[in-house]
């Protein structure tokens, strides 16, 4: 049972470059995240989907794009890469419902130069 | 003021001590509540849920008082593995059902 699943692990970019971020999810869950996370700012929110085709965006959702065409993977992209933007990103899934706890991929490292 | 609060600590306590951490949330009409264990450049992983009535795990219990808007973390017998930086997660926050993140107590257990 392979849980959630980030792709790549590590990264590295030039300013200006793009890619994409897949993140993978085999347990049937409704909801996606993708955050990040900085030294001394906690995990931030950068956009969510409450299901297939659908997204929203969250706290710091400026440089990013996501599509969620099937419901097991989320994209995150990032289309002219800023050293801003490096950071850890740590994708998530949850069950519909306000009490169901977020399970986390183990994150793609990603520096941009 | 923050959504969810926690002292970031460190809080450091040797071996077999007892250690716990509070969690302040801002919004009343938060419904759930979780504590999550992130080790060093690693994915936060569900610690416990928080039920209104307080649960036990082992040697960790998590309580809500809803009157004073806090959750709390309590561990036993510290050990060594048990240093790590403890997230405080509460849904409905901010009046949403996005779950809103603490930035996390760390926990150093020394020997």
């Known amino acids: 049972n392979a849980g959630v699943t980030q792709t790549p692990k590590f990264r590295v970019l030039k300013t200006g470059q793009s890619m994409t971020l897949l993140c993978a999810q085999d347990?049937?869950?409704?909801?996606m995240y993708w955050y990040r996370q900085d030294p001394g700012m906690g995990l931030r929110l950068i956009h969510y989907s409450v299901g297939e085709g659908t997204t929203a965006k969250g706290e710091v959702p400026d440089g990013y794009n996501v599509s969620r065409l099937k419901k097991q993977n989320f994209l995150l992209g990032l289309e002219s890469a800023a050293p801003s933007q490096t950071s850890v990103y740590f994708c998530?899934?949850?069950?519909?419902?306000?009490?169901?706890?977020?399970?986390f991929g183990d994150g793609t490292r990603l520096s941009i130069l | 003021r923050k959504e969810v609060e926690q002292d970031p600590g460190p809080f450091n306590v040797p071996e077999g001590a007892t250690v716990a951490f509070n969690c302040t949330y801002s919004n009343s009409a938060s419904q759930s509540f979780f504590w999550y264990r992130q080790d060093c450049r690693k994915e936060p992983k569900l610690l416990m849920s928080?039920?209104?009535s307080g649960n036990e795990d082992g040697r960790f219990t998590a309580q809500l008082n809803r009157a004073s808007q806090y959750i709390s973390l309590l561990i036993r017998d510290s050990k060594l593995s048990d240093s790590a930086t403890y997230l405080c997660?509460?849904?409905?926050?901010?009046?949403?059902?996005?779950?809103?993140f603490g930035r996390g107590t760390s926990l150093i257990v020394h020997p």
């Open positions: 998530a899934s949850s069950s519909t419902g306000l009490f169901q706890p977020q399970h």
């Open positions: 928080v039920y209104s």
């Open positions: 347990m049937n869950h409704e909801y």
């Open positions: 997660v509460v849904n409905g926050a901010g009046g949403s059902y996005i779950p809103t």
